[in-house]
């Protein structure tokens, strides 16, 4: 008699049609969600670290030189120098930006490692890339 009850070739019953619609909208709405997310642009957090040519370049100018970049989308957070060694530190630079208004290759290739500023700075590299 439980066999009966079961009935795998069957039509769908009208709860089934209903929890499917359900399961649909859900998926919908989640989507609508998302895309509004994605459309605010979202914002990654970068940490770089900038490489002077020697133990001889000024720190404080290669600093001001990285922060003296200014976009919209661009927010420099806090930094830190670390020693690498034979007396040369590099500088870890935080900063925050809005992923469509930014982009970090550009920003490393057009601005940091041209003229003036390459006369402090040899070289960036991306420590680390994370998604707010």
Known sequence: DDDDDLD???DETEEDKKAAEEREK???STKKKESKLYSLGGKSSV???VKPWDDETDMKKLEEAVRSIEMPGLFWGASKLVAVGY???KLSI???IVDDDVSVDTLIDE???????NEYIQSCDIAAFNKI
């Open 94 to 96: 935080m900063m925050t």
């Open 26 to 28: 859900a998926k919908s």
């Open 47 to 49: 940490l770089l670290d």
């Open 111 to 117: 601005y940091l490692t041209v003229e003036p500023r």
């Open 87 to 89: 007396g040369i530190k």
């Open 8 to 10: 795998l070739f069957g």
